[in-house]
């Protein structure tokens, strides 16, 4: 069993939280507190000292004695501008560095998912139907190569929607529910996989660093 | 080895609880929700003490990560992002520590960094692991030469565009404050194209389709994943575009990476836990399944 404090704090906080499973209890809410409170704290200090102290203030007046980043004023303002949202009287400037914010980083989106996740996506989708190898077919790439064909024009169609789902329309639409159900089926099995890596460190944490069962 | 027979017999209790429990739903009567965790917790903590090896087989996409990695030669330099913390790092983890294991062995210069706040701590612990393995330890590693970790910089997806014009304008000096020019690795290299290869282990956003986005298609720069199971099934339309070279995607994903380079860890001796939490998790949807087609039956 572990001697260090930090260990036997973080296997009765784990504890703790998973009695919610039993029910809702004091030792839970303490629990739920502390990582709540300690959580907030900690993203408050990296944020304040990373961005704040670090990227505004040194950057303005750099503890070297350089010349400061007078384009950092301009975020500055902008920063201080969004606080009046705190006041009913002059809470709608603060949309002003809202609009600045939604509009700059909008263009600044644009073209980078316009580029990887459209037009990549979209070239890579469009290859021939027949995947040769070395003079031959290579019949799993070409399988594959089909069912990406089928499911991104029944998917299409299925959300083609200036058109009734009647006789071949609606049963290749059909055809794209069932590639969409698939794709939900297989994303959920990824969650349940990744959530049960979870819970395996925690068993891990409690049996193995904890309590010193596992080896 | 006593605990292995013990929780050996106690999991085929537990097979013989779920034909029980198929029998309760079938007769109609529910199962308590608590039993049902309760379930779920012995099924995965008794297989951690199963001294059994599950058959594991490298899929395509992992080989692809392991032939990026193994491509590279001696001296070549490799920037880690780790834009994980340690909720994740069950799953993502045992990547980097079999990777920086891999790529100490052979010599190569890694250079860690994070776009979350946590992720520099994981790549210490990650290097602290890898440090203590006897081959590596004999090699004498010295940190600023062999490796470095630049720490953690916010502004997400931001870092990542920058960086393609300086990593200095990002990281003026490293975790441990050591100003940029000082550190003899980081000497003659300005931004990605002095990189032969960036590693990102990502448990969500900023993470792999950001690297994609900003470092992948606009600087050209070659790029290897490992993701939570959560993210992996985003990235891979990024995989069949060949954006991404290899991925591995979970737990699964990382045994499969331990495997393949021979650096058995924490994600080979989790994979059983996993195979029978997911067997439970697939029985118990058949049970609430035929449970709820007969009550429609019945109706």
């Not at chain 1, 600045?100 to 139907?129: D, E, H, P, R």
């Not at chain 2, 290097?127 to 997400?156: C, E, H, M, P, W």
Request: charged residues 15%; contains cysteine.
């Amino acid at each position: 069993m572990s001697t260090e404090f930090g260990v036997w704090v973080a296997a009765l906080m784990t504890i703790g939280l998973f009695s919610f499973l039993y029910k809702d209890n004091p030792f839970f809410k303490v629990c739920e507190a502390v990582f709540i409170g300690s959580s907030t704290g900690y993203w408050a200090v990296v944020y304040f000292f990373d961005n704040l102290q670090k990227k505004l203030w040194e950057g303005i007046f750099p503890p070297d004695g350089a010349v400061g980043d007078a384009w950092l004023w301009g975020g500055a303002i902008l920063g201080i501008l969004m606080l009046c949202r705190l006041s009913n009287k002059i809470g709608w400037i603060a949309r002003w560095p809202v609009s600045f914010i939604v509009g700059a980083t909008a263009g600044l989106y644009m073209i980078n998912y316009f580029v990887s996740s459209a037009m990549m996506q979209v070239a890579s989708t469009m290859q021939s139907l027949v995947v040769t190898n070395g003079g031959g077919i290579d019949w799993q790439a070409t399988i594959g190569s089909v069912v990406v064909a089928v499911a991104v024009v029944s998917g299409l169609i299925y959300f083609f929607f200036s058109k009734e789902h009647t006789g071949a329309f609606g049963g290749v639409a059909k055809v794209g529910i069932w590639f969409l159900m698939i794709t939900f089926g297989a994303s959920f099995g990824y969650t349940v996989m990744s959530r049960m890596s979870l819970l395996i460190g925690r068993m891990d944490y409690l049996f193995g660093d904890w309590l010193g069962m596992i080896r | 080895m006593m605990g292995h027979y013990i929780a050996l017999s106690l999991l085929a209790v537990l097979g013989l609880g779920m034909i029980f429990i198929f029998y309760l739903t079938v007769k109609g009567r529910t199962i308590e929700r608590r039993f049902v965790f309760l379930y779920i917790v012995f099924t995965v903590s008794l297989p951690l003490f199963v001294k059994m090896k599950p058959p594991i087989q490298v899929s395509p996409e992992v080989q692809q990560v392991v032939e990026t990695i193994t491509s590279l030669s001696p001296g070549a330099k490799v920037l880690i992002s780790c834009d994980f913390d340690p909720p994740s790092a069950p799953e993502l983890q045992p990547m980097l520590v079999a990777f920086t294991k891999y790529a100490l062995k052979h010599d190569l210069k890694l250079i860690f960094m994070g776009l979350w706040p946590l992720g520099p701590s994981q790549a210490n612990r990650g290097l602290r692991l890898a440090l203590a393995d006897t081959i590596i330890a004999a090699k004498n590693l010295t940190y600023g030469v062999d490796y470095v970790n630049l720490g953690f910089q916010s502004g997400n997806e931001f870092v990542i565009q920058a960086m393609g014009g300086s990593f200095k304008s990002m990281f003026p000096q490293d975790d441990r404050r050591i100003p940029y020019d000082s550190i003899p690795l980081l000497n003659g290299v300005v931004n990605y194209r002095q990189i032969d290869l960036v590693m990102n282990f990502s448990a969500g956003k900023p993470g792999t389709i950001e690297w994609i986005q900003n470092a992948v298609d606009r600087y050209q720069v070659k790029l290897s994943a490992g993701n939570t199971a959560v993210q992996a099934p985003q990235v891979y339309p990024y995989l069949r575009a060949g954006q991404v070279r290899g991925l591995m995607g979970g737990m699964s994903g990382a045994a499969e990476f331990e495997l393949a380079l021979n650096e058995k860890g924490k994600a080979s001796s989790f994979i059983l836990s996993q195979m029978f939490s997911h067997l439970a998790v697939m029985l118990f949807v058949i049970v609430g399944n035929v449970a709820w087609l007969m009550t429609r039956k019945k109706k």
